[in-house]
């Protein structure tokens, strides 16, 4: 049911819950009633059915108590009507309590999958990652995702209903846009690159902390508790490489290369000394395992690498 068929609705169910008796009202409100399917509910709140099912308790109470004199008294048209909106009203009070549904999507070691949503929107899951959702996906003002892992996204746009990507700390925020999402342990760190269209990222373990904006060719990072770091200039078809098979540094610095390669393979890459931070490279190859790719990067820039617990660091080849 569209958003316009649930204003209607809406607005008819108040016009009958407003207790006037119009004449008028009551037979809209009862061609609506006559042509009611199960599901084409209109998306109120707790609050909201609480309050219309104690509106209606009134009516009927209002309407068949008989008068003290112990005459009969005439019913009035509201007492059908009353009780079919009650009857309506618990249905809709049992879809709302009705236990919601999660659905997860994961994928093992090696293997990569393509998720599309109800709403259009498709996800494509990185390797030992998982994609959950709910039963009340579209239901809701906002179509909200949890991912572990990374997953490149493609959101179709719905401005009344933003998509949201809940990923460790991150919570990401769009209408409409592709952009590839990492989430990094231990520290469960988040890395978020966009290809195109505009997102929003927070952290939200700070109620009222800043948001970054990241447009089409930026990236953001959040660690720890800190706020969002903004990388303005990011050749951000690197951060989806899993996907391209390709990877391609243009005059790049050093400091930023190793900044990607360890968003990329998920594997702490440093520099020994400030001083290399300043080289630049320029380099074009398919994606491959990080120490080939380390090698040719070394051997471009006459440098060496050691790897010790896990952590890479690129030194002087003269050591």
């Given at each position: 049911m569209d958003q316009q068929e649930k204003d209607r609705m809406r607005r008819l169910m108040e016009e009958y819950l407003a207790?006037?008796?119009?004449?008028?009202?009551?037979?809209?409100?009862?061609?609506?009633?006559?042509?009611?399917?199960?599901?084409?509910?209109?998306?109120?709140?707790?609050?909201?059915?609480?309050?219309?099912?104690?509106?209606?308790?009134?009516?009927?109470?209002?309407?068949?108590?008989?008068?003290?004199?112990?005459?009969?008294?005439?019913?009035?048209?509201?007492?059908?009507?009353?009780?079919?909106?009650?009857?309506?009203?618990?249905?809709?009070?049992?879809?709302?309590?009705?236990?919601?549904?999660?659905?997860?999507?994961?994928?093992?070691?090696?293997?990569?999958?393509?998720?599309?949503?109800?709403?259009?929107?498709?996800?494509?899951?990185?390797?030992?990652?998982?994609?959950?959702?709910?039963?009340?996906?579209?239901?809701?003002?906002?179509?909200?995702?949890?991912?572990?892992g990374e997953a490149f996204f493609e959101v179709t746009k719905n401005a009344a209903h933003p998509f949201i990507v809940n990923a460790g700390k991150a919570a990401i925020t769009v209408l409409g846009t592709s952009f590839n999402v990492a989430v990094h342990r231990p520290d469960f760190s988040v890395i978020v690159a966009v290809r195109d269209g505009l997102i929003s990222l927070r952290n939200k373990l700070q109620e009222n902390g800043p948001a970054v904006l990241l447009a089409a060719g930026e990236a953001g990072e959040l660690n720890n508790n800190s706020a969002p770091l903004h990388y303005a200039h990011s050749n951000v078809t690197n951060y989806m490489s899993w996907i391209s098979g390709r990877i391609a540094f243009d005059g790049t610095s050093l400091k930023q290369v190793a900044r990607e390669l360890e968003n990329i393979y998920h594997v702490p890459v440093k520099l020994q000394q400030r001083e290399m931070e300043t080289l630049h490279l320029t380099l074009q190859y398919r994606r491959a395992p990080l120490h080939d790719v380390l090698r040719v990067i070394c051997q471009s820039l006459d440098l060496d690498y050691v790897e010790q617990q896990g952590v890479i660091t690129i030194i002087n080849a003269r050591q």
């Open positions: 207790g006037n008796n119009d004449p008028a009202a009551k037979e809209r409100f009862d061609a609506w009633f006559n042509t009611y399917q199960p599901g084409n509910t209109p998306d109120l709140s707790k609050e909201e059915i609480s309050e219309a099912m104690g509106r209606i308790g009134e009516r009927l109470h209002h309407h068949v108590m008989p008068q003290k004199t112990g005459k009969r008294r005439r019913l009035h048209w509201a007492v059908p009507a009353a009780a079919a909106a009650a009857v309506l009203l618990i249905g809709i009070f049992a879809i709302w309590y009705r236990p919601v549904q999660h659905f997860t999507i994961a994928t093992e070691r090696g293997e990569s999958k393509m998720v599309k949503l109800t709403d259009g929107s498709v996800v494509r899951l990185n390797e030992n990652s998982s994609l959950t959702y709910t039963s009340r996906y579209e239901t809701g003002p906002r179509r909200e995702v949890m991912l572990e």
